[in-house]
C-alpha cells in the first residue's frame, strides 16, 4: 500500500493482482507448508517482508516470507519513500533503496538464511561487494528474523 491518507496501491506488483494473492496467500494458509517462502524482483531495492492473508489486521499471523532483490543497473525509489511505505505497512520487515546488488538465498533443512548483498558503486567492474543484511527464516516458522 502507499503511504498516505487514502488507499493507493502500486499496480505493477502483488497489489495489481489483489484476486490472485488473495487465493495464493488463503491456499498457503489452509495447507500450512513448512517453509513457504516468495522470491521476487524487479522493484529496484531490497525488501523483506511477511505475507499475511489479511495485510490489514497487524495482528494477522505471516502465512509465508517475501525476500525481494534490487538491481545492479536501475536505480531504485528514495529512501525516504520507503521510510514512509514501511511506516504504513508494518509487515515490511526491511526496506532498503541506497545501495544496489542482488540475494543470496542458503537453504539447509533447518532454515533459510537470505543475504541483501551489496555493491558499492555500480560504475566499476570490480566494486566491493559486502552483505547489507540478512534474515533467518526457522523450518516451520513463517516470519523473517534478523541474523
Given at each position: 500500500?502507499?503511504?498516505?491518507?487514502?488507499?493507493?496501491?502500486?499496480?505493477?506488483?502483488?497489489?495489481?493482482?489483489?484476486?490472485?494473492?488473495?487465493?495464493?496467500?488463503?491456499?498457503?494458509?489452509?495447507?500450512?507448508?513448512?517453509?513457504?517462502?516468495?522470491?521476487?524482483?524487479?522493484?529496484?531495492?531490497?525488501?523483506?517482508?511477511?505475507?499475511?492473508?489479511?495485510?490489514?489486521?497487524?495482528?494477522?499471523?505471516?502465512?509465508?516470507?517475501?525476500?525481494?532483490?534490487?538491481?545492479?543497473?536501475?536505480?531504485?525509489?528514495?529512501?525516504?519513500?520507503?521510510?514512509a511505505l514501511r511506516?504504513?505497512?508494518?509487515?515490511?520487515?526491511?526496506?532498503?533503496?541506497?545501495?544496489?546488488?542482488?540475494?543470496?538465498?542458503?537453504?539447509?533443512?533447518?532454515?533459510?538464511?537470505?543475504?541483501?548483498?551489496?555493491?558499492?558503486?555500480?560504475?566499476?567492474?570490480?566494486?566491493?561487494?559486502?552483505?547489507?543484511?540478512?534474515f533467518i527464516v526457522?523450518?516451520g516458522l513463517a516470519?523473517?528474523?534478523?541474523?
Amino acid at each position: 500500500r502507499k503511504p498516505g491518507p487514502e488507499r493507493q496501491f502500486w499496480s505493477d506488483g502483488w497489489d495489481g493482482y489483489p484476486a490472485a494473492r488473495a487465493r495464493l496467500l488463503r491456499a498457503i494458509a489452509e495447507r500450512k507448508p513448512s517453509n513457504p517462502l516468495v522470491i521476487g524482483g524487479d522493484v529496484h531495492f531490497n525488501c523483506v517482508a511477511d505475507l499475511k492473508v489479511d495485510f490489514d489486521n497487524p495482528d494477522a499471523a505471516a502465512v509465508a516470507t517475501e525476500f525481494c532483490g534490487t538491481s545492479i543497473t536501475s536505480q531504485g525509489p528514495a529512501q525516504t519513500r520507503l521510510n514512509a511505505l514501511r511506516s504504513e505497512n508494518p509487515h515490511v520487515r526491511f526496506a532498503h533503496s541506497e545501495k544496489r546488488g542482488y540475494v543470496v538465498i542458503n537453504l539447509s533443512e533447518g532454515r533459510c538464511l537470505a543475504q541483501l548483498r551489496v555493491i558499492d558503486n555500480e560504475k566499476e567492474a570490480s566494486t566491493p561487494v559486502s552483505t547489507l543484511a540478512a534474515f533467518i527464516v526457522e523450518n516451520g516458522l513463517a516470519g523473517a528474523e534478523a541474523a
